[in-house]
């Protein structure tokens, strides 16, 4: 009986993964068919990628945008994870653009698969459905962008699967803390935005562990269950080699720059401890999301959320009702178990809200600290709202079949059917939409025309003229040096050549070995030069002598008609 019911648990389960699951699978559909190439910062994610292999392995994670906010302070992002785990895939299709869409596919469908299991692990077929509701909401909001590799993306999913464990956690399931290790790790590392939440949250567990497992006697935990911890305190080391090699090896290292950007002042006021709370509460209820002028540069402008609500108010008025439904019955319940040892006869509930409400309070905090122009970047931790807004969905489920006795002896058969059909229904309806954010952050179809439509013949005539050669990179020009730049290389790379360029970043990084002064004698170079359309080309800006191959375009970059020329210069 007992393995019948594991093996119909199991298979539901999976069932519950794949539906969860649609919209990325739909997500790679639309990108591989709207032809997405890697440009910009998502070619810059596969150059360290690339990198991986090397003699030269990646130990920072991307740029950050910390001097617009925060001006003279050049911060990357935490650490590299997300290079080293799309390194395999992108390696086995060749170093193929879609090798990078397959590879950030798999990792969401690790993320989710990850979350829903341990849901399920710590509150049974309601928790599973917590967790794969919430995976299929955000999919609907973030659409084809959770399968694109720009680092903002994977730490959507992966902030999910970090609550989705920490509440296992939280209910006394030690076997929990190594996976929480390697998935708190990688969300904190893929972007800073994420490191408030999740290293409150650490603390906040750490400290419960403490109390609970501090015996009469002395300090006896490790000693009963030896094996997570060391397992989990050899997978955190390994997380964080790169950031901390990057530290003995860089002056000023990336550590010294993110404590200046904690410390110091921003350009603009921030929002206040007010205008964060606000900003949570709207998360809760998203009411109304994506208006159809919806574009970063508007966003940025306006200091706007995408989760902003016309009726904002009465947004704040239900989210303030959903909270009081979830949170007050739970803590009034865990008051007396919060800090204790767990029993298996606890409810699993009133665990779920402290995790997100401790998620919720972090994230408050973190977006305190936001200026308007960079407050879209707290939406992108909607996950701990949301888990909130489900535990409270939960609670009055809960209610009303304890209470009514015509449903009572039905619910505990019914459950995992319900939880499979609810799912099944937001999934359905979430991949109907394109989203509206899929535009944002350099995803514009336009731009990956553009770079696909140079990269690729520049490519080719290197590989008929100079197919061994080193490759010198130089760009005149924002919108060559933002995207086209970016995307010319990382096809070079891929094609093996070994590719020098320049950056606009005054601090040194892992990845100086490719500036142009190291460059051998022997190296072709690209130059790409790009105008107005209809001025003409600066004086010089001509086709040098020995030109090996030179052609024109002419493209749109943010509304601005430019015409753009590239030429291959022979070895120096």
Not at 229 to 248: R, Y
Not at 280 to 303: D, E, H, Y
Request: positive net charge.
């Amino acid at each position: 009986m007992g393995q019948g019911r594991g093996s119909r648990d199991a298979t539901l389960l999976t069932v519950l993964i794949v539906l969860a699951c649609l919209q990325i699978a739909w997500g790679v559909g639309r990108l591989l068919g709207g032809d997405w190439f890697p440009q910009g910062d998502e070619a810059i994610v596969a150059l360290h990628t690339h990198d991986v292999f090397s003699a030269h392995p990646p130990l920072l994670g991307m740029r950050s945008t910390s001097d617009l906010s925060n001006p003279g302070v050049w911060a990357h992002h935490p650490g590299p994870m997300q290079f080293y785990l799309l390194a395999v895939p992108y390696a086995a299709t060749g170093f193929a653009p879609w090798g990078l869409v397959v590879g950030s596919a798999l990792i969401a469908i690790a993320l989710v698969a990850i979350a829903v299991v341990a849901g399920f692990r710590a509150g049974g077929w309601p928790g599973a459905g917590c967790a794969a509701g919430v995976a299929a909401i955000l999919e609907y909001f973030y659409g084809a962008n959770l399968a694109r590799p720009l680092n903002a993306w994977p730490p959507v999913l992966g902030l999910l699967a970090v609550l989705m464990l920490a509440w296992r956690l939280q209910r006394g399931d030690r076997r929990a803390l190594p996976l929480y290790v390697v998935c708190a790790s990688f969300t904190a590392q893929c972007h800073i935005g994420f490191v408030p939440v999740v290293l409150v949250l650490s603390v906040f567990l750490a400290v419960v562990a403490l109390i609970r497992w501090w015996p009469a006697r002395g300090w006896s935990g490790p000693r009963h269950h030896p094996r997570p911890w060391l397992v989990a305190g050899g997978l955190l080391v390994l997380c964080w080699v790169p950031p901390i090699i990057d530290v003995f090896v860089t002056a000023p290292n990336n550590v010294g720059e993110l404590a200046r950007l904690v410390a110091g002042s921003a350009a603009e006021s921030p929002l206040g401890w007010g205008g964060g709370a606000k900003h949570v509460f709207l998360m809760l209820v998203p009411v109304s999301v994506f208006p159809t002028n919806l574009s970063q540069a508007t966003l940025l402008a306006k200091g706007d959320s995408i989760f902003t609500a016309p009726a904002a108010n009465v947004a704040v008025f239900v989210a303030c009702a959903l909270v009081a439904i979830a949170v007050l019955p739970a803590l009034w319940s865990a008051r007396r178990t919060l800090l204790r040892p767990r029993r298996r006869s606890d409810p699993a509930l009133p665990d779920l809200v402290v995790i997100t409400l401790v998620s919720c309070v972090a994230l408050v905090w973190a977006t305190a600290t936001l200026t308007r122009s960079r407050i879209i970047y707290s939406d992108l931790l909607i996950a701990a709202p949301l888990c909130l807004t489900a535990a409270a969905v939960w609670q009055v489920a809960r209610f009303v079949g304890e209470r009514v006795p015509a449903i009572r002896p039905r619910v505990p058969h019914a459950v995992p059917a319900l939880v499979v059909s609810a799912v099944c229904v937001v999934a359905a309806v979430a991949i109907l939409p394109d989203s509206q954010l899929l535009h944002l952050l350099g995803g514009r179809r336009s731009d990956w025309r553009t770079a696909r439509s140079v990269s690729t013949p520049v490519a080719e005539a290197i590989a008929q003229r100079a197919p061994h050669a080193p490759v010198r990179v130089e760009c005149h020009g924002l919108a060559c040096m933002a995207s086209i730049a970016p995307a010319i290389s990382t096809q070079l790379a891929a094609d093996g050549h070994q590719v020098y360029f320049d950056k606009a970043w005054p601090k040194p990084e892992d990845d100086d070995f490719r500036r142009l002064r190291h460059a051998p004698r022997d190296a072709v170079t690209v130059v790409i030069r790009e105008k107005a359309e209809g001025t003409a080309w600066p004086s010089g800006a001509g086709p040098a002598a020995g030109v090996l191959w030179s052609k024109e375009w002419r493209f749109s970059y943010y509304g601005h008609r430019e015409d753009m020329a590239v030429s291959i210069l022979p070895p120096r």
